[in-house]
């Protein structure tokens, strides 16, 4: 591959905050890969939305990403990956990572009861992405699904131990912590931010997958395979842009990743439409 494209950032793209989680374990994964941020936080939540419309907006979100000059595409939002993955992947012509397949491998490999509970948006739990994907992985795992749309706005709001996390968690996963799972998967990458919470709930001894750690290195062995890896030593640095006010953003975002993030760009809703 040419010097140019190793040379150009990675793209990143959720409905808001939630794929911050996989920045995260990105940019300790590839630490000096630049990665150029896209969180549709006027039109979040996707995952209350129709299959049509999740298309629609997932596929100008990598539009979006794609004028900025990017290298590949992480859909760190698993709606989208459940729903328009093959899509994006046949709109355009660089290398596309989701989320679902890489989670669902990691859940199988972690699993010893092979009993998996999977939590996710109503999209993504209606379309069945995970427990299609872990079944195609070892047919003999029963998974267990269930759609838990309101940690969505808690996560957002930045409520991340807040009294009224507990008690939303607690009514979601009640159901879950009774099926004897030892394996979770966080099926929302604004799960995350929520995961000290979800772990408390659920008990101690099921382990919690993070989709994000799991795509992350899929990202790194697409980077290998294309050959696209940066040649850069120092650190690599994130653009991030939002389609609404940034300053929720920019709060839980610090809260999140532990460090002051200044770079942040609002974007007019139309340079998403029109393109
Ligand atoms: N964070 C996204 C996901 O992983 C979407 C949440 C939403 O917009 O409903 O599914």
Known sequence: ??????????????SGIGGLTVVKRLASTLPVENLVYFGDTARVPYGSKSNATVVEYGLQDARFLINKNVKAIVVACNTVSSI??????????????GMIEPGAEFAVRETNNKRIGVIGTRATIMNQAYSNAIKKLNPGVEVF???????????????IKHQATYDIAEEYLKELRDLEIDTLVLGCTHYPILAE???????????LVDSGIASAEAVMRELDRCDL????????HQDYFVSDIPVKFKEVAELFLGKNVNNIQKIDLEMLTVI
């Open 1 to 14: 591959m040419n010097f140019m494209e190793k040379e150009k950032p990675i793209g990143v793209f959720d």
């Open 84 to 97: 328009a993955l093959n899509e994006i992947k046949n709109a355009f012509h660089i290398p596309v990572i």
């Open 145 to 159: 699904e269930k759609a838990c749309p309101l940690f969505v706005p808690l996560a957002e709001e930045g409520w």
């Open 197 to 207: 919470v979800i772990q408390e709930v659920i008990g101690k001894n099921v382990k």
């Open 229 to 236: 890896h940066t040649n850069a030593y120092s650190q690599g």
